[in-house]
């Protein structure tokens, strides 16, 4: 307790921990063999997937300028987004059900931040040497070595980079035409700022940011732990048989299997201390297991001092196959099942999904006007839509009172992947029907497959 008269005592905290450059070692092994092999197809998909060509079009295109998504064979326009929201919803599940069996898979091995940031560390480690040679470089005043060595590092970051916006852009803006634009210095005002803003993002998280990403702004690392139990596959250390430990190798008499080596911190690309327990900073790429590994085999020990297990399995010293049945538990079977349910759902949906979309507008300049003859017309305006990639010829209808009919000539023929405007004149008799508003229906099928056919509601007015 502070004693009367004495001067107050301030504390001055910072809110924000100073950033440490972590350099994470070089590490081999089975884990990062897989990490590898995801960065290389992700990659290749995402770098190559826009340059595909399908029935003389891009295979995968989100053409926001002409209203449609093209997905290889299949055509989206905005009133197919209940597609997107079962895509979202598949996407949630996985990321739930991957967790709740073998924890961050995602984060560890194939998220764009993880994917860039061992694109990035390669590049760095290829041009300014391994862990030990960066931290000296670090250290070492600046000179002409230095200089370049730098430059040279952070020119192929930018270059990745810059190659990276400019793909992200092509599946927005076709990417010939896009390439085409950028050798020709007539890009655009928004595609030079979005090649520019995710270029510069890229070379940010990946060069600059990286496990703060993860750490500040993920927030998955927050509420991670929600969807962990003790059945939920951790990277873990093995204190029971690590613990004492001790790094004379020669004289090891109750000392546990860790040799206090530090390689498992060395190689975190988080820069965390595995052996302190579950953190969540860990993004599970299991780096610290083949690191361990490795050590393991040198000195002479049984590997496994660091894996992926569970909190039960640890606690009840259980076998692998014992762990491995847990993981059929309720809420993985729920996750599963329910997944799949969305899945079947989704396929069966698009299998049978008609080809063609019709909206119906009134037209709100002229509502209802008797026309010559005593009959009673209304306009509305038919956006025709579409979705297969062959054009098509399509007969209109009208239906729901009777008498009730088109007089100009109802067919019509859209492009393939495209859709039309077509301003309709609908007339009934006067005295058809009572004054007031009418429930009617246009009816649209093509004329070469009566099987590509829909309806959509809309109202007759007679005043």
């Not at 020669?250 to 965390?272: E, F, K, M, S």
């Not at 839509?385 to 009208?398: G, I």
């Not at 229906?441 to 590509?452: A, L, N, R, W, Y």
Request: hydrophobic share 45%; glycine share 8%.
């Amino acid at each position: 307790m502070k004693a009367p008269g004495a001067p107050a005592q301030f504390v001055e905290q910072a809110l924000y921990e100073v950033r440490r450059t972590i350099h994470p070692r070089a590490v081999h092994g089975w884990f990062a063999g897989w990490r590898w092999a995801l960065v290389w197809a992700t990659q290749l998909v995402f770098y190559g997937l826009a340059w595909l060509p399908w029935n003389d079009r891009q295979a995968v295109l989100f053409d926001i300028a002409q209203r449609k998504f093209v997905i290889f064979g299949l055509i989206l326009f905005p009133q197919d987004i209940i597609y997107l929201a079962v895509l979202l919803i598949i996407a949630a599940l996985s990321l739930f059900l991957f967790t709740a069996v073998a924890g961050r898979l995602w984060c560890g091995y194939a998220c764009p931040q993880t994917v860039y940031t061992e694109i990035f560390m390669w590049v760095e480690r290829r041009i300014e040497g391994d862990r030990v040679a960066r931290l000296r470089l670090d250290a070492a005043p600046l000179s002409p070595r230095k200089l370049a060595l730098r430059a040279a590092k952070h020119g192929v970051w930018m270059a990745i980079a810059l190659w990276t916006g400019f793909t992200f852009v092509g599946y927005f803006t076709p990417i010939r035409e896009l390439w085409h634009a950028v050798w020709s210095a007539s890009l655009g005002p928004w595609e030079t700022f979005w090649v520019l803003f995710y270029g510069f993002a890229t070379y940010g998280n990946g060069g600059w940011m990286r496990e703060q990403v993860c750490t500040y702004m993920c927030p998955y690392a927050r509420f991670q732990s929600a969807m962990f139990d003790k059945d939920t596959l951790i990277i873990t250390y093995d204190r029971e048989r690590g613990e004492p430990r001790g790094k004379n190798a020669a004289r090891r008499t109750g000392l546990g299997h860790c040799v206090d080596c530090g390689v498992c911190v060395q190689v975190c690309p988080t820069g965390i201390d595995i052996r302190d327990g579950l953190q969540y900073e860990c993004i599970g790429c299991a780096a610290c297991i083949d690191g361990c590994d490795r050590v393991m085999d040198k000195v002479g020990f049984p590997r496994g001092l660091i894996r992926y297990s569970t909190a039960h399995a640890m606690e009840n010293e259980l076998t692998r196959a014992e762990m491995f049945r847990r993981a059929f538990r309720p809420r993985v079977l729920v996750y599963s099942a329910a997944l799949w349910a969305i899945v079947i759902a989704a396929g069966v949906a698009l299998w049978n999904r008609v080809p063609l979309k019709l909206d119906v507008i009134r037209d709100r300049a002229a509502i209802s006007r008797e026309i010559e003859g005593g009959q009673i017309e209304n306009v509305y305006r038919l956006q025709v839509m579409n979705t297969s990639e062959a054009p098509r010829a399509f007969r209109l209808s009208v239906l729901g009172i009777p008498g009730i009919g088109i007089p100009d000539e109802a067919v019509i023929e859209v492009d393939g992947a495209a859709s039309r405007l077509v301003p309709v004149r609908v007339r009934i008799e006067r005295g058809a029907v009572a004054a007031g508003t009418h429930r009617i229906e246009f009816g649209i099928q093509s004329t070469d497959d009566p099987g590509v056919a829909v309806r959509e509601k809309s109202v007759f007015i007679v005043r």
